[in-house]
């Protein structure tokens, strides 16, 4: 980094902290999301009787800091030079360099400064994080919401013509009825789960479900579901009864909603 570059990289930074917070070091949030310190500021804090540049080189060797990677050596115009009429140089340090030097201080000064960085980490990665992943979130959340509408809406002529099953002697259902009220009542709690996570009515999380897995299977469920009814003679059963009720449709089923639930905890 040039003599240059440096000079710019007050105008890089965001204050982040409040008046309380600045009253024992000013910590600074960078256009690239670093949190950073500046050394003189960290040395008034701890209070040492070290000079500044003995006492900053030092503690920097004892952290194994590396320069331009944990932490900046500048020369900025407003610092006053020293008796030679040198430029002072700044030390821009990253913050967790910063929390092991003051761990060094050995002393209850230096205890305290670390546990105030250790707050200040809590308090603002979590909301730049927050800010880093909301436009992520949001066009993600779009993305899904646009699949299901779509699944929803398109119900193509291929779909609607293809011939309804028949009963025949190889039964499509799962005579097991213990087993298919398991089933069901496993679909109901995941169906209650992906329409929380996502923020959708009941309604929009069964036809994104139906339809991805007529999709999926390459089947038309209301067929299945006319076969089922007359079958089991249960008038009110719904489409949710057949897939319990389908090993094939079932197995599908965990599948999407698996995918779903990941696909929210990943992005948020």
């Given amino acids: 980094m040039s003599r240059e570059e440096k000079l710019i990289l007050p105008n890089l930074v965001k204050l982040i902290c409040d008046e309380k917070e600045r009253e024992i070091v000013p ?68 913050l967790d360099t910063a929390k092991e030097m003051a761990m060094l201080e050995r002393n209850e000064k230096g ?40 699944l929803m809406e398109t119900q193509t002529p291929q779909i609607e013509s293809r011939e309804p099953v ?15 009220k398991e089933r069901l009542a496993k679909l109901n709690e995941l169906v209650t789960e992906v329409q929380e996570l996502h923020g959708l009515k009941r309604n929009m999380t069964l036809h994104f479900l139906y339809d991805t897995i007529a999709e999926d299977c390459d089947t038309n469920l209301n067929s299945y579901l006319t076969v089922y009814r007359t079958e ?27 995918y779903a639930i990941k696909r929210k905890k990943v992005f948020g």
């Fill in 27 to 94: 910590a600074y949030r960078t256009e690239t999301g670093e949190y950073i310190v500046k050394g003189i500021d960290l040395y008034n804090a701890l209070e040492t009787k070290t000079a500044f540049t003995q006492w900053i080189k030092r503690r920097l060797r004892e952290c194994d800091a590396i320069q331009n990677e944990d932490y900046q050596v500048c020369f900025l115009p407003n610092l006053a030079k020293d008796q030679r009429g040198r430029q002072k140089e700044e030390y821009i340090i990253k």
């Fill in 111 to 150: 205890k305290q400064v670390r546990r105030y960085f250790i707050e200040v980490e809590k308090k603002y990665k979590q909301t730049g994080s927050v800010e880093k992943t909301l436009a992520q979130f949001i066009r993600q959340q779009a993305e899904f919401n646009q699949k299901m509408l779509s």
């Fill in 166 to 180: 028949q009963s025949t002697a190889t039964n499509p259902f799962n005579p097991n009825k213990d087993l298919v």
């Fill in 232 to 258: 089991t003679g249960n008038k009110e059963a719904s489409t949710l009864h057949v897939i319990a009720a389908s090993d094939r449709f079932y197995e599908q089923a965990l599948k999407n909603f698996d």
